[in-house]
Every structure is written in structure tokens, then in C-alpha cells.
């Protein structure tokens, strides 16, 4: 994400430059569930490594089979083209 942040450079600070944002929301859950079954007991590799799958197999997995239709239906121009009004 791209945000417009004043520069201390500019005069009176009224310019601005380009800069990024990142978005943390995402790993703050991964963060808490390595913390949470490191304190249940597993050790660090293993609770990391967990996360990691768990992520992989949830998140990334089910993107290959959609990403193998959106190219068949494009092939075929089965998509919808959008409107004049949506561009």
C-alpha cells in the first residue's frame, strides 16, 4: 500500500514524498500461535515450522487449483468483460 507522507525536506512540510506502508495484521496471528504452542511445550523449530505448513496448506495450497480455472476460463473468453462504467 502506497501513502503520501509529508517530507520534512520540503518547505514548510508541506510537500510530500511516496512511501509504503506495511501491513503487520498478518503475522501478528502466525506470532501468537508459535507463542502459544511454544507454551504448551514444542520446541521453537518445530512450532515454527507447524506454523509455516499450516499456513502453506491453508492459505497457498487452494490458490493453485483456482489459479489453473481462472486460466482455462480465460482461454475459453468465458470470463465476463467489464463495462465501460467499471474501468
Known sequence: ???????????N???ARRGTVT????TTPDAALVFALTAVGAPGQTAISAVIGYRLLTGWLP?????LVLG???RRSALPRPSRRDR
Not at 500500500?1 to 518547505?11: C, D, G, I
Open 1 to 11: 500500500m502506497s501513502v503520501a507522507v509529508p517530507s520534512p525536506l520540503s518547505e
Open 23 to 26: 501491513d503487520r495484521t498478518a
Open 13 to 15: 512540510g508541506a510537500g
Open 72 to 74: 482455462v476460463l480465460a
Open 63 to 67: 490458490m493453485a487449483p483456482a489459479l
